[in-house]
C-alpha cells in the first residue's frame, strides 16, 4: 500500500511569533517592502514567473521494502493544464541544492525556451535516517528500482497531476551513479522513459553496461551525455558515446573543462532541459 504525506518535522516554534504591529506600521512595512523589489526587479532584469516546489512527499514502497521520499516541480498554472512532460531526477536533493534546478526551470519555462513540465526529485536516502543513502543499492541496474518507478511512483505521479501518461513524454536524469542508473533505465526500461539523461555516468560497476548497449538493437530513446575533463568519467563516456553514435541514437553530447562535481553538472542543467524540452520556433 502507497502513502502520501509529507515528510520530515512538521509543526512550528509558538514562542517565535512576534508581536502583531500596528496598522501604520503595516503599511509603511508594506511600502518599504514594494520599493525593494521595484528596486530589485530593475537592476537584476527580467522577473520571472515562477512555480512551485512542494515539501517532501513520502511513498512506501511494496517493492523495495521501505519508504522513500519525493518532491515534485509543478510549473506557473499547471492546475488549468494537462498532459504535461514529466522528467524523473534521481539525486533529486542534490539537484534542487546544489544544482538549482528548479530556478533554472522557472527562467526557461517563463521565457518560453522550453515547455511547461513537471519534475520529480526522488531523494536516495531514507527519510527517517538522512544519513542512509541507498544510492549504490538503487542505481547499479537494480531491477527492483525500475520497478519501483513503473508500479508506483509513476502511477502516484500521474493521479496526482496533470502529466501524461505516455512514456513518449517521460525522461529520466542523474549525475555519477545517478547516471548510470538513467543508462540502465534505457536499457531495461525503454517502454517506460523516452528520454535518457546521463550527466558523468561512473559505469564501472556494471561493467557488461557498454557491451549491452552494443549488442542491443536501437532502442526508441533520445540521450543526453555529459562529461568533464580532466578529473572525470572522460574515456568510459567517450567510449559509451561512441557505441551510442554508431548505434544511431539522437543525441546531444557535451565536454566541458571541469571534474567531477556541480561546477560541471550545474552550468549544463539548461543544455539538458532544453534538449528534451525546447520550443521549436520558426526561427530554430
Same mark, same amino acid.
Given at each position: 500500500?502507497?502513502?502520501? +504525506?509529507?515528510?520530515?518535522?512538521? *509543526?512550528?516554534?509558538?514562542?517565535?511569533?512576534?508581536? %502583531?504591529?500596528?496598522? &501604520? #506600521?503595516? @503599511?509603511?512595512?508594506? +511600502?518599504?517592502?514594494?520599493?525593494?523589489?521595484? %528596486?530589485?526587479?530593475?537592476?537584476?532584469? @527580467?522577473?520571472?514567473?515562477?512555480?512551485?516546489?512542494?515539501?517532501?512527499?513520502?511513498?512506501?514502497?511494496?517493492?523495495?521494502?521501505?519508504?522513500?521520499?519525493?518532491?515534485?516541480?509543478?510549473?506557473?498554472?499547471?492546475?488549468?493544464?494537462?498532459?504535461?512532460?514529466?522528467?524523473?531526477?534521481?539525486?533529486?536533493?542534490?539537484? %534542487?541544492?546544489?544544482?538549482?534546478?528548479?530556478?533554472?526551470?522557472?527562467?526557461?519555462?517563463?521565457?518560453? /525556451?522550453?515547455?511547461?513540465?513537471?519534475?520529480?526529485?526522488?531523494?536516495?536516502?531514507?527519510?527517517?535516517?538522512?544519513?542512509? &543513502?541507498?544510492?549504490?543499492?538503487?542505481?547499479? !541496474?537494480?531491477?527492483?528500482?525500475?520497478?519501483?518507478?513503473?508500479?508506483?511512483?509513476?502511477?502516484?505521479?500521474?493521479?496526482?497531476?496533470?502529466?501524461?501518461?505516455?512514456?513518449?513524454?517521460?525522461?529520466?536524469? *542523474?549525475?555519477?551513479?545517478?547516471?548510470? &542508473?538513467?543508462? !540502465?533505465?534505457?536499457?531495461?526500461?525503454?517502454?517506460?522513459?523516452?528520454?535518457? *539523461? +546521463?550527466?558523468?555516468?561512473?559505469?564501472?560497476?556494471?561493467?557488461?553496461?557498454?557491451?549491452?548497449?552494443?549488442?542491443?538493437?536501437?532502442?526508441?530513446?533520445?540521450?543526453?551525455?555529459?562529461?568533464? /575533463?580532466?578529473?572525470? &568519467? @572522460?574515456?568510459?563516456?567517450? /567510449?559509451? #558515446?561512441?557505441?551510442?553514435?554508431?548505434? *544511431?541514437?539522437? +543525441?546531444?553530447? %557535451?565536454?566541458?573543462?571541469?571534474?567531477?562535481?556541480?561546477?560541471?553538472?550545474?552550468?549544463?542543467?539548461?543544455?539538458?532541459?532544453?534538449?528534451?524540452?525546447?520550443?521549436?520556433?520558426?526561427?530554430?
Amino acid at each position: 500500500m502507497q502513502k502520501r +504525506m509529507p515528510s520530515g518535522p512538521t *509543526g512550528s516554534d509558538l514562542h517565535s511569533v512576534s508581536e %502583531i504591529p500596528e496598522p &501604520n #506600521r503595516v @503599511t509603511t512595512l508594506e +511600502m518599504q517592502v514594494k520599493t525593494f523589489i521595484a %528596486i530589485l526587479l530593475l537592476t537584476t532584469g @527580467t522577473a520571472y514567473a515562477g512555480g512551485t516546489l512542494t515539501p517532501n512527499l513520502r511513498i512506501t514502497s511494496d517493492v523495495l521494502s521501505y519508504n522513500l521520499q519525493y518532491r515534485v516541480y509543478l510549473p506557473e498554472g499547471y492546475e488549468s493544464q494537462e498532459d504535461l512532460a514529466v522528467l524523473y531526477v534521481v539525486d533529486g536533493q542534490s539537484y %534542487i541544492k546544489q544544482g538549482g534546478v528548479p530556478r533554472v526551470l522557472n527562467r526557461l519555462i517563463a521565457s518560453g /525556451k522550453i515547455e511547461p513540465v513537471v519534475v520529480v526529485f526522488v531523494d536516495a536516502r531514507d527519510p527517517d535516517k538522512l544519513s542512509d &543513502n541507498r544510492r549504490n543499492a538503487q542505481f547499479f !541496474c537494480n531491477r527492483n528500482y525500475l520497478e519501483f518507478y513503473r508500479d508506483e511512483l509513476i502511477p502516484e505521479i500521474e493521479q496526482q497531476y496533470p502529466v501524461a501518461q505516455d512514456r513518449e513524454k517521460r525522461s529520466v536524469l *542523474g549525475l555519477s551513479f545517478g547516471g548510470l &542508473n538513467s543508462a !540502465c533505465f534505457g536499457l531495461f526500461g525503454f517502454d517506460t522513459f523516452a528520454g535518457i *539523461g +546521463m550527466q558523468s555516468p561512473a559505469y564501472h560497476p556494471v561493467p557488461k553496461l557498454l557491451s549491452a548497449y552494443e549488442e542491443m538493437p536501437l532502442l526508441p530513446l533520445r540521450i543526453f551525455l555529459s562529461t568533464g /575533463k580532466p578529473n572525470d &568519467n @572522460t574515456q568510459a563516456t567517450r /567510449k559509451l #558515446r561512441d557505441v551510442l553514435k554508431s548505434k *544511431g541514437y539522437p +543525441m546531444e553530447y %557535451i565536454e566541458v573543462r571541469e571534474g567531477h562535481n556541480w561546477s560541471n553538472w550545474k552550468p549544463l542543467i539548461d543544455d539538458v532541459l532544453r534538449f528534451f524540452y525546447e520550443v521549436e520556433t520558426e526561427a530554430s
